[in-house]
């Protein structure tokens, strides 16, 4: 069983930065793949980045891969994300995830273990 907890969330004004924090109970952190997706209200929770057990790998959302960093810190049981320029359009509920396969990290159903989120709010 691993327990998920989001920090980092908040207000922020257009063109600002975030540094999400997920941080993961248990001693098995290290074997999950991590993902954060987002998800805006009345829309499908989506990816924005996820990376592979060890952090060699990364991936992104094809329209997130230059304002967003993925990376984790397996010794503190942690994934971070950055965004830089946000936009209104980036407010959402964002979560992270864990999964057990190395397949399909761009989906949800691929995950087993969700943390409950962290609202970010983009004012313009």
């Known amino acids: 069983q691993v327990q998920l907890v989001e920090s980092g969330g908040g207000l922020v004004q257009a063109g600002g930065s975030l540094r999400l924090s997920c941080t993961a109970s248990?001693?098995?952190?290290?074997?999950?793949?991590m993902g954060w997706f987002r998800q805006a209200p009345g829309k499908e929770r989506e990816l924005v980045a996820a990376?592979?057990?060890?952090?060699?790998?990364?991936y992104y959302a094809d329209s997130l891969k230059g304002p967003c960093t993925i990376s984790r810190d397996n010794a503190k049981n942690t994934v971070y994300l950055r965004i830089n320029s946000l936009r209104p359009e980036d407010t959402a509920v964002y979560y992270c995830?864990?999964?057990?396969?190395?397949?399909?990290?761009?989906?949800?159903?691929?995950?087993?273990?969700w943390g409950p989120g962290t609202q970010v709010t983009v004012s313009s």
């Open positions: 990376s592979s057990s060890g952090g060699s790998r990364t």
């Open positions: 995830a864990a999964s057990p396969s190395t397949q399909r990290l761009g989906s949800p159903t691929s995950y087993i273990y």
């Open positions: 248990g001693r098995t952190f290290s074997i999950y793949a």
